[in-house]
Nanobody, 120 residues
Framework: QVQLVESGGGLVQPGGSLRLSCAAS????????MGWYRQAPGKQRELVAV???????NYVDSVKGRFTISRDNAKNTVYLQMNSLKPEDTAVYYC??????????????WGQGTQVTVSS
């Protein structure tokens, strides 16, 4: 019903930057909150950043001041600009969206994940 397609991951040196994108498509009436989660090897998945339909944002403390989440409602796309990357940011990053379908039912969707590796 809804697909989330992520892009922008890769290998970057410490201190570098990456920009993740996640585009939603399908039977979308509206998208409510959108967010990015990450999961490092051996760790639980954690919320990194979230943005509401009204563009209110929230971040996990470890990325505040370095990461910025934004969205383009016309394109059903959410972005995560990651600056000053650290090795501990290495993880698989997952996009998440709370979507109201054209049927007016609400569902939670996940992207397939994109690998971010911060290493020299």
């Amino acid at each position: 019903q809804v697909q989330l397609v992520e892009s922008g991951g890769g290998l970057v040196q410490p201190g570098g930057s990456l920009r993740l994108s996640c585009a939603a498509s399908g039977l979308i009436f509206s998208i409510n909150a959108m967010g990015w989660y990450r999961q490092a090897p051996g760790k639980q998945r954690e919320l990194v950043a979230v943005i509401t339909s009204g563009s209110r944002t929230n971040y996990v403390d470890s990325v505040k001041g370095r990461f910025t989440i934004s969205r383009d409602n016309a394109k059903n796309t959410v972005y995560l600009q990651m600056n000053s990357l650290k090795p501990e940011d290495t993880a698989v990053y997952y996009c998440n969206a709370l979507v109201t379908l054209t049927s007016r039912r609400e569902y939670n969707y996940w992207g397939q994940g994109t690998q971010v590796t911060v290493s020299s």
